[in-house]
C-alpha cells in the first residue's frame, strides 16, 4: 500500500481526492493538511511514501515546501498537483526536486499513475506537460541527424506516441508491449539524446524556448 500525504488548502479538493482513493487497494490517504507547517509539524508520525503538494499554498509555496522536505529527508518522493501549468512553476517544481506535476485538472486515472511512478522511483509530467515535452524529443530529433539515425524503429514509435499525448499505458497497449517496456524504450531514447532525466529536458526545453506553454 502506497501512503501519501496530501497538502492544499483548498478542503473541496482534499475530500475530491480522499473520495476519488475510496476502494482503492493500492493508495492510501494517511494524512491530509490545509498549509506547511501542518505537514512539517506532523508527517513524520504518518511515514508517508510520497507527498502531494499544492504549488500555492497560503504560508509557503510548494516548490519551498519541497526544498524542505528534501533538506529533512533526501529521499523524499515528491509530486506536485498545480492549477497552474506554466513555464516558471514547472522549472520552479523541478529545481526544487519534485519527481512529478501534474495538472488539477487531470483525471483521477492520471493522479494515480503518478503518484505510482513518483513511489516507484520514475519522473511523471502528466497529459499537457508530457506531449510538450516530447514533442521537445522530436525536434531535438530532426534537428540532429546523428540522433535521427541512432534511434531504432520502435524507439521512433515510441517517441511518436509520446508526442501525441499518450500515457505509458496507452502506448503499451498501441504497440503490445508492457508500460515497463514503454519505459526502457524512453530511457534509451533519453539516452541517445543526451539527457538523463524529463527534469533535464524541462530545462534544456525552458532555456531554449522550446516550451511555450
Known amino acids: 500500500m502506497i501512503k501519501i500525504a496530501l497538502v492544499d488548502d483548498h478542503k473541496i479538493l482534499r475530500d475530491g481526492i480522499k473520495l476519488s482513493l475510496i476502494g482503492n487497494t493500492t493508495i492510501a ?53 498545480s492549477g497552474q501549468v506554466d513555464e516558471t512553476s514547472l522549472l520552479r517544481a523541478v529545481k526544487a ?23 516507484n522511483n520514475e519522473e511523471y509530467f502528466g497529459g499537457k506537460i508530457s506531449k510538450l515535452l516530447f514533442k521537445t524529443f522530436s525536434k531535438l530529433n530532426s534537428e540532429n541527424p546523428t540522433h ?18 499518450l500515457t505509458y499505458k496507452e502506448i503499451g497497449e498501441k504497440l503490445f508491449i508492457s508500460p515497463r517496456t514503454v519505459e526502457t524504450h524512453k530511457n534509451s531514447i533519453m539516452s541517445k539524446l543526451d539527457l538523463k532525466t524529463l527534469a533535464d529536458l524541462i530545462k534544456w526545453a525552458i532555456r531554449n524556448g522550446v516550451i511555450q506553454i
Do not use: W
Not at 31 to 53: G, Q, R, S, T
Open 29 to 81: 490517504l494517511v494524512f491530509e493538511a490545509a498549509n506547511a507547517m501542518v505537514l512539517l509539524e506532523n508527517y513524520k508520525n504518518y511515514n508517508p511514501d510520497v507527498f502531494v503538494l499544492d504549488m500555492n499554498l497560503p504560508d509557503i509555496e510548494g516548490d519551498e515546501l519541497c526544498k524542505k522536505l528534501i533538506e529533512e529527508n533526501p529521499d523524499a518522493k515528491i509530486l506536485i498537483l
Open 97 to 119: 526536486g519534485a519527481k512529478a506535476y501534474v495538472s488539477k485538472d487531470a483525471g483521477t486515472d492520471e493522479l494515480i499513475e503518478a503518484i505510482t511512478a513518483v513511489y
Open 148 to 165: 535521427q539515425n541512432s534511434l531504432s524503429e520502435r524507439e521512433t514509435e515510441v517517441l511518436k506516441h509520446f508526442s501525441d499525448g
